[in-house]
């Protein structure tokens, strides 16, 4: 069983930065895939961007160039660096682990961009 906490969400104009924090109960070196996923109100829950084991990384079209992702296995924490943020960006921020083959979610941390 893997528990994900996240932090870092907030209230931001447009232009600015955030940064998530996600820290697992446990060791992240053996986690296959970490992401953070998104749902705005009456969205469907979607990638934003993902990173393997092996440091490959993933990103929405729509967050590409702007968003960065990063794993520190001795902190078992994985970070998503946003910036650029623009009022669509709005939305519940859940973290992943992908340890095959089970899933493990976040409670979800709040992201508002204000025009």
């Known amino acids: 069983q893997v528990q994900l906490v996240e932090s870092g969400g907030g209230l931001v104009q447009a232009g600015g930065s955030l940064r998530l924090s996600c820290t697992t109960s446990?060791?992240?070196?053996?986690?296959?895939?970490m992401g953070w996923y998104r749902q705005a109100p009456g969205k469907q829950r979607e990638l934003v961007a993902a990173v393997t084991s092996g440091g490959k990384t993933n990103f929405a079209a729509s967050v590409q160039g702007r968003f960065t992702i990063s794993r520190d296995n001795a902190k078992n924490t994985v970070y998503l660096q946003m910036n650029s943020l623009k009022p669509e960006d709005t939305a519940v921020y859940y973290c992943?682990?992908?340890?095959?083959?089970?899933?493990?979610w976040g409670q979800g941390t709040q992201v508002t961009v204000s025009s």
């Open positions: 992943n682990a992908f340890q095959p083959p089970r899933d493990y």
């Open positions: 446990g060791s992240i070196i053996s986690i296959a895939v």
